[in-house]
């Protein structure tokens, strides 16, 4: 019989920064995007605004979700070739 001991595996701290990076705020949401914090607490009771994740009645939003969200609203420049 060996004497085995387990250990919790934790990511690498760099791995921690990069997550903690890619959560946000709402007040650092609307930072980012220019729309105020209400915006968005009510776009999460009315359905519009990212994804995002409510934790322990915390909420935060992933970098990537915020980005796809404002990428899902580009439009593109209508007119000619000279821009008219």
């Known amino acids: ?3 085995e001991v387990t250990t919790h595996a934790h990511p690498p701290r760099s791995e ?4 903690k990076k890619s959560l946000l705020t709402t007040k650092e949401v609307a930072t ?3 729309f105020s914090t209400s915006y968005f607490e009510k ?3 009315n359905g519009y605004g990212p994804d995002f994740l409510r934790i ?3 909420i935060l939003y992933r ?3 915020v980005e796809k969200w404002l ?3 580009e439009c593109q ?3 000619g070739a000279d821009g008219r």
């Open 63 to 65: 970098l990537e979700a």
């Open 43 to 45: 776009g999460r009771i």
């Open 77 to 79: 420049p209508k007119g």
């Open 32 to 34: 980012l995007t220019g």
């Open 1 to 3: 019989m060996t004497n």
């Open 16 to 19: 921690k920064a990069d997550l």
């Open 71 to 73: 990428a899902a609203h």
């Open 56 to 58: 322990r009645g915390r």
